[in-house]
């Protein structure tokens, strides 16, 4: 099992697992095309979770402009293996690596996700304009 950065042809992919999650959907899939993965890529990384057999099961990425985390998903049927708790923990990394002392997130309140960020030291802070549970922690 190892954590990589993303490459571009990892897009198809990322987008794979983003489509596939049961909680945290996009209510309109197409609101992040490829172009926009690949821009991220570019611009701040990506990083990917693959298995021994070099499967990716999941992904992580967090703004280096702003020190938010813009991205943590597994694969379904993966989850509870300890996958997103490395992908968080190289995500936030990267953030502190540049700069950042705080990092945020949103996500769906009252989900596995908002109890996964509970569970791993973050502290929800209110809610934001669009619903979602605003989280913050220490880096």
């Known amino acids: 099992m190892s954590i990589r950065a993303a490459t571009h042809d990892d897009v198809l992919r990322i987008r794979e697992i983003r489509a596939a ?3 945290n959907r996009l ?3 197409e609101k992040i095309s490829a172009a926009d993965v690949h821009a991220f890529i570019d611009r701040c990384g990506v990083w990917v979770w693959q298995d021994a057999a070099g499967e990716m099961r999941g992904f992580s990425a967090g703004d280096l402009a702003d020190g938010s985390v813009w991205a943590l998903f597994v694969e379904p049927g993966h989850e509870g293996q300890g996958i997103g ?3 968080i ?3 936030c990394d990267g953030l ?3 700069g950042h002392v705080r990092a945020t997130l949103g996500t769906d309140p009252n989900t596995r996700a908002e109890r996964f960020y509970r569970t791993n030291g973050w502290t929800r802070e209110g809610t934001t304009a669009n619903g979602e549970a605003f989280f913050w922690k220490l880096l």
Do not use: F, G
């Open 85 to 87: 708790q490395a992908l």
């Open 89 to 91: 923990a190289r995500t």
């Open 96 to 98: 502190r690596s540049a």
């Open 21 to 23: 999650v049961r909680e």
């Open 27 to 29: 209510a309109w899939p």
